[in-house]
């Protein structure tokens, strides 16, 4: 019996789980076949906690999990995947190394594609650079800020290609 392909997606800090990237890469997802799904880390503030809730939905699938993550969303899918294996990872902006954070060790099995906004102020672009060259990511740096909602077509198309790409 085969898989089915599973996208579950991590929100951001600041906003929900079906904001406007989400909402849209969702029906993305869901016109090319997949299910998504994503999980509500509002009022959870601790990024172990979300990831830990979001291991304890991958364990209770067997089917092939795809990962999206957002800001505080990406290192959340990245913490996931270092404890449960997934199919692949697609991170925006991933908040990947903040002050005060569990550090993220080691390489990720997953292949992954990243995008990150020249113009973020919030998340340096240099986390998404060092995580890319580690985990031999590709890495796709858009004329944005951190929110990328400027670049959602771009996005879009990256997104298509990532579920494309078998990841």
Excluded: C
Aim: proline letters at 5%; aromatic letters at 8%; zero cysteines.
């Amino acid at each position: 019996m085969n898989k089915r392909r599973v996208v579950l997606f991590a929100h951001g800090q600041e906003s929900g789980p079906w904001g406007t990237k989400i909402t849209a890469l969702a029906q993305d997802a869901r016109d090319a076949g997949l299910e998504a799904d994503s999980i509500d880390y509002r009022g959870m503030p601790d990024p172990a906690a979300r990831a830990a809730k979001l291991v304890a939905r991958m364990r209770e699938s067997s089917d092939e999990i795809l990962l999206v993550g957002s800001s505080m969303g990406g290192y959340v899918a990245v913490a996931a995947a270092q404890q449960q294996p997934a199919a692949g990872l697609f991170l925006m902006a991933p908040a990947l190394a903040v002050p005060g954070w569990p550090k993220l060790g080691g390489i990720v099995s997953a292949p992954a594609f990243i995008v990150h906004g020249w113009q973020d102020d919030i998340v340096p672009i240099e986390w998404s650079i060092d995580f890319a060259r580690t985990n031999q990511a590709r890495l796709h740096l858009l004329n944005a800020g951190h929110s990328l909602t400027e670049a959602l077509d771009e996005i879009r198309a990256l997104f298509g290609a990532f579920l494309s790409a078998g990841s």
